[in-house]
């Protein structure tokens, strides 16, 4: 008989004790093989994500922080009007709501001030996109949000920043993070 010479052993899923009914089970039922397959699968996925997430090269890591950077200074600002020629709030329920973060120092001229949370405000995308970012106005419109001396502050900050991997992936969770959170306050 073959039960008679099989022993019970332990289930690798779910660990509990039955009765194998043919050697080599490793698992104690259909259920449990499923759900081990399905665990096996969920497990090479992160693995696969892991190694992705080890070889993005600085650029695009950059990039990445930029996007979440980004996307919560819209929402920050989603209330306000343009920092730079003042027009209203756009409506939200379009898409990307013409609404831009725009950097008052240039991510190109001043790179280490591309995360600045005082250099970065919402703006509409005819200041952004065609008026060169309409620096004249938007020192005036910043002035009046922060302050002239968080502004000067900013001006007088010329000191180089190299930021590393895992500095950007710290920016890059922080700041989806904290859009997350302003989802959630606002209904
Ligand atoms: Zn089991
Ligand atoms: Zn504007």
Request: net charge positive; glycine share 4%; proline share 5%.
């Given at each position: 008989?073959?039960s008679?010479?099989?022993k019970?052993?332990?289930?690798?899923?779910?660990?509990?004790?039955?009765?194998?009914?043919?050697?080599?089970?490793?698992v104690?039922?259909?259920?449990?093989?499923?759900?081990?397959?399905?665990?096996?699968?969920?497990?090479?996925?992160?693995?696969?994500?892991?190694?992705?997430?080890?070889?993005?090269t600085?650029?695009?890591?950059?990039?990445?922080a930029?996007?979440a950077?980004?996307?919560?200074?819209?929402?920050?600002?989603a209330?306000?009007?343009?920092?730079s020629c003042?027009?209203?709030?756009?409506?939200?329920?379009?898409?990307?709501?013409?609404?831009?973060?725009?950097?008052y120092r240039?991510?190109?001229?001043?790179?280490?001030?591309?995360y600045?949370?005082?250099?970065?405000?919402?703006?509409?995308?005819?200041?952004?996109?065609?008026?060169?970012g309409?620096?004249?106005?938007?020192?005036?419109?910043?002035i009046?949000?922060?302050?002239?001396?968080?502004?000067?502050?900013?001006?007088?900050?010329?000191q180089?920043?190299?930021?590393?991997?895992?500095?950007?992936?710290?920016?890059?969770?922080?700041?989806?993070?904290?859009?997350?959170?302003?989802?959630?306050?606002?209904?």
């Amino acid at each position: 008989m073959l039960s008679s010479t099989l022993k019970s052993k332990r289930c690798s899923f779910c660990h509990s004790v039955f009765m194998p009914a043919r050697p080599m089970q490793a698992v104690c039922s259909p259920i449990c093989a499923r759900r081990q397959v399905a665990e096996k699968r969920v497990e090479e996925r992160a693995q696969i994500v892991t190694r992705k997430e080890a070889i993005k090269t600085l650029p695009v890591l950059k990039a990445e922080a930029q996007k979440a950077f980004n996307a919560w200074v819209r929402a920050r600002d989603a209330a306000l009007p343009c920092i730079s020629c003042g027009a209203p709030p756009p409506d939200l329920t379009k898409l990307h709501a013409g609404r831009d973060a725009g950097h008052y120092r240039s991510v190109g001229s001043a790179a280490h001030l591309r995360y600045h949370e005082d250099n970065v405000h919402g703006q509409c995308v005819h200041c952004n996109q065609f008026r060169s970012g309409n620096a004249v106005d938007y020192r005036i419109g910043l002035i009046a949000r922060i302050g002239a001396a968080r502004v000067e502050v900013l001006e007088s900050d010329n000191q180089v920043r190299k930021f590393t991997a895992d500095e950007l992936r710290a920016i890059r969770a922080a700041y989806r993070a904290k859009l997350k959170q302003i989802q959630k306050d606002s209904p």
